[in-house]
């Protein structure tokens, strides 16, 4: 049994301390995200059919525990907002997205962990920046984005 009490981070108690997070206390396999295409790996693909959108990534260079693919409206890729996601599409490099929104979508492949609660980098925007920082999707039950691992 655990006791905690919750204390603002402008608390006097808390003067001249760091209150910067660190790597998490709990266990868990740092997901690794999906190579980017660069160095020779095979970039993020995907081929339209009758059933839906065949999404493929080269699961063998980076493997992860498992892999998520989270979408929103091309409208609003430059804010990275999210509208939907599939959630532990397994991790053998392709999946048959069935039900696609019939709208005009980005969408992101990205790695998890063993617990399922974190996720993998989105990788680098145009200015080399994380894309969307450190905020991850808050979807398919992830509450942590981690960085912490990179592919070739």
């Known amino acids: 049994m655990f006791r905690a009490y919750r204390y603002a981070p402008d ?6 301390k760091d209150l910067t997070p660190g790597d998490p206390l709990e266990l868990y396999t740092k997901p690794l995200p999906v190579p980017a295409g660069e160095d020779g790996t095979e970039p993020l693909t995907c081929a339209r059919s009758p059933a839906g959108l065949r999404v493929f990534w080269d699961a063998g260079a980076c493997p992860a525990f498992d892999y998520n693919l989270i979408f929103g409206n091309l409208a609003e890729v430059a804010t990275y907002t999210l509208q939907g996601s599939e959630c532990g599409i397994g ?3 392709s ?6 929104p019939a709208r005009d979508l980005f969408f992101l492949v990205v790695g998890v962990d063993d617990t399922g609660v974190y996720e993998s980098s989105w990788g680098s925007d145009s200015s080399g920046a994380e894309r969307n920082g450190m905020s991850p999707s808050n979807l398919c039950a992830v509450t942590t984005k981690d960085i912490g691992e990179s592919c070739p």
């Open 11 to 16: 608390h006097p108690g808390f003067d001249g």
């Open 95 to 100: 999946y048959q997205w069935g039900g696609v």
């Open 91 to 93: 991790n053998v490099g």
